[in-house]
């Protein structure tokens, strides 16, 4: 009784939420569709064509020969055939198709179009008459629907369908995967709800999905039901699991803990509803978790979650480096709710860590070549850590091909009078604003180079504001408009901005220094006591054999070897290096002793460091992120 009666309040408290702030919501800026930007820098232009040629074929492929496409057909009763792999091997195929969709959005292509239409038609023939669709259950067990929310994955693998059949409409005006969604959330519908039964998904997920369907349609519904599923967390009596985020309400929760990947849809999904709701108590929750999660457990390179044991944050800075966890999508989990809050907030502050995981650990997690896939990302390898072509949980590969071709939305944002230039990429954009289109095009060599030009063409002269993002790792940018430079621009919230009467012609040039930076570590980071780690504007680098002898862990930067960066337009597709004068310690013997003399002489060695986002894809061998600086700390 107890229970019924406080989850009967917080079903109140939300339906009066919704209902009092309508579909405005408290959200500062609007988000840009990718398919505005148009990129034709050297960093991100390679990666998305690389993503459409051979990143989306080859896991399209794999999800065909593991069988993730054929337990469709099993399902819809035109294949002989136990259901092959995970239970949650829908998602895979949903992500896939996801990706499919927001490639042919900036790349029209009639022969993939057709290829993901007829994998939609094998999905649509699997779906049951009162809406059910989910191929492990249909040819497994079909008498036990729903009986396992925190482990089966069947909400989870709706949310990615809905996300895939949104998409999929978007891109192409064709509803058949949009139908097919909306009958199984329909579904959905009728069994969990606030009057209805109790039902907690055990990996979030479904929840953003039926944000994105609520925007699409308009229908109230989409959003109440992703209220309720976020409301139900943590409000059962037993049991409890902070593994699966669900130990107490959302509401009380003060740090961030379990799951990492399911944590970062969780609160993602919490933004997206706040957004529209403005709960203040959400709002809240969101802020005290996001100041936990980047002031004690985010990595330097963007990645989250440090323990293998559960795939889990750990405590407060526990940040290993070789046995980090860092998941791909865990990493990819905190861009989307790094780039929510950015547009719920307005702050650049979430721009920053949305900028270090996109320039990091996001393209670490797939090869040059597009065709092998990192699940862990730790930061120290002794040689044997390597990217594979495939996981039996393909959940990171599938989750790559259909991030990739979003990242040129995240480079900026709007509001009804201004534009917000978050990240810096070579290209053009076309911002949507009230008072008409303006067109921006962007000339930089960023991340290599600090320096960019915008030149802004607005449909017709207007005045508007062009916010510029300061990057916390700038100590000083210069700003300039038609040549004339802006000795003191105003600042709000880390953006630098301009407003004026705009005319096609205005041009507008920022410098932001990019000195190598040595980083140093919280002191309660018991791993990188005594090391520090190199960044240069967004990029964090790493020491890898290959280019250092061999060996990495026998090496020391001292404190007085000064940075020189240079640039290598034939290394690993165009990089920036970072050299310095480093000593090298012969190995020493400590098999059965406590101490040992002082250590024998160094060797003065050229170190050379390159950036974290391409180790990996020449000769195997150690690599390492944070470098010691005294000689107790190399082996």
Known sequence: MEFRMIFATVAAACVVSMASAGETGVARLKAVSPTQVKLSDSFWAPRLEVNRTVTLPHNIKMCEETGRISNFDKAAGKMEGKYEGAYFNDSDVYKVLEGAAHILAAHPDKDMEARIAAIIARIAAAQQPDGYLNAYYTVMEPDKRWTDLPKMHELYCAGHMTEAAVAWADATGRTDFLDVARKFIHHIEGIFGFDKRHGVPGHEEIELGLVKLYRKTGEDRYLKLAEYFLAARGTKPAPKSEYLQDHIPIKQQKEIVGHAVRAMYLYSGVTDVAAIIGDKEYLQTLDT??????????????????????????????????????????????????????????????????ERELYNAFPSSVSLKGDTYFYVNPLSSKGEHHRKPWYGCACCPTNIVRVMPQVPGYAYARSDDGIWVNLYMAGEATIPLK??????????????????????????????????????????ATVSVNGTAIANPTMDK?????RQQWNTGDAIEMDMPMPVRRIQAHPNVAANRGRIALQRGPMVFCLEA??????????????????????????????????????????????????????????????????????????????????????????
């Open 546 to 635: 290959v280019d250092n002898g061999g060996k990495v862990f026998d090496l020391v930067l001292p404190r007085d070897s000064e940075l020189k960066t240079e640039f290598e337009p034939d290394m690993l597709g165009g990089i920036l290096t970072v050299k310095a004068r480093g000593l090298k310690y012969p190995a020493r013997d400590w098999k059965d002793k406590l101490y040992l003399p002082t250590p024998a002489q160094a060797e003065p060695v050229e170190l050379t460091a390159v950036p974290y986002c391409v180790w990996d894809n020449r000769a195997p061998g150690e690599m390492t992120v944070w470098i010691p600086e005294v000689t107790g700390l190399s082996n």
């Open 289 to 354: 978790i996001w100041h936990d999660v980047v002031t004690r457990k985010l990595y330097v390179t963007g990645g989250v979650g440090a323990r293998h044991e559960g795939e889990a944050f750990g405590g407060a800075y526990e940040l290993p480096n070789d046995s980090a966890y860092a998941e791909t999508c865990a990493g990819i989990g905190l861009a989307f709710w790094a780039h929510r809050m950015l547009i719920l907030h307005g702050e650049s502050r979430f721009a920053d860590v949305l």
């Open 494 to 498: 880390g953006y630098a901005v301009i």
């Open 435 to 476: 008072s008409g289109e303006v067109k921006l095009a962007v000339d930089t060599k960023y991340p290599w180079d600090g320096r960019v030009k915008i030149n802004v063409a607005p449909k017709t002269p207007a005045e508007f504001a062009v916010n510029l993002r300061v990057p916390e790792w700038c100590e000083k």
